[in-house]
Antibody, heavy 126, light 107 residues
Framework: QVQLQESGPGLVKPSQTLSLTCTVS??????????WSWIRQHPGKGLEWIGY???????YYNPSLESRLTISVDTSKNQFSLRLSSVTAADTAVYYC??????????????????WGQGTLVTVSS | DIQMTQSPSSLSASVGDRVTITCRAS??????LNWYQHKPGKAPKLLIY???SLQSGVPSRFSGSGSGTDFTLTISSLQPEDFATYYC?????????FGGGTKVEIK
């Protein structure tokens, strides 16, 4: 059974960099056919896709965050990470990591998020 | 960006009720639509992928339908463990986007 666990500081000061790590167990992050994603949920709001990474290092970011965002992967530790710079109170949210399964059907690519972490609350405050 | 609009935003229902949640995309997404169930403090759970395919291990009372811009999640007979918030998600184009959620509460 694949499990994902987010870790990192729960409190970050404004203008600093938010850093989170997702540790994957029960499966290899280097397995083909999967992307590894970050999603967040602002307090009382819906879900927002942040971006994802393939084990090779290819990344896809939400344009709304791209200028401040870095997602990286460490296959030796079976982890992937999120760095979001210049944070403000608007970045306060529960951050989730998830595995994204890609498959092809009728020449079309389909994706779904099949395993998620429990989420970690990050508060941006001085 | 493709906007996903869910309705209703919340509903009250009783155990045994049939519940239908609607999701509308701002442009066609073919059948690249997933549904998730989310309970407070828990990881979101995939229910339906590709609009109508039931994820392994998910009870058959959950079903999805639709294509193009209009989609539906149906719970045929609501169970106590189904009280949660449900989200649709399009994976047709990046940025991937979610609907605003539908909170299913106990009547």
């Amino acid at each position: 059974q694949v499990q994902l666990q987010e870790s990192g500081p729960g409190l970050v000061k404004p203008s600093q960099t938010l850093s989170l790590t997702c540790t994957v167990s029960g499966g290899s992050i280097s397995s083909g056919g999967y992307y590894w994603s970050w999603i967040r949920q602002h307090p009382g709001k819906g879900l927002e896709w942040i971006g994802y990474i393939y084990y090779s290092g290819s990344t896809y970011y939400n344009p709304s965050l791209e200028s401040r965002l870095t997602i990286s992967v460490d296959t030796s530790k079976n982890q992937f990470s999120l760095r979001l710079s210049s944070v403000t109170a608007a970045d306060t949210a529960v951050y989730y990591c998830a595995r994204v399964y890609e498959y092809n059907w009728n020449s079309l690519a389909f994706y779904y998020f099949d395993y998620w972490g429990q989420g970690t609350l990050v508060t941006v405050s001085s | 960006d493709i906007q996903m609009t869910q309705s209703p935003s919340s509903l009250s229902a009783s155990v045994g009720d049939r519940v239908t949640i609607t999701c509308r995309a701002s442009e066609t997404i073919r059948s690249r639509l997933n549904w998730y169930q989310h309970k407070p403090g828990k990881a979101p759970k995939l229910l339906i992928y590709a609009a109508s395919s039931l994820q392994s291990g998910v009870p058959s009372r959950f079903s999805g339908s639709g294509s193009g811009t209009d989609f539906t999640l149906t719970i045929s007979s609501l169970q106590p463990e189904d009280f949660a918030t449900y989200y649709c998600q399009q994976t047709y184009s990046t940025p991937l986007t979610f609907g605003g959620g539908t909170k299913v509460e106990i009547k």
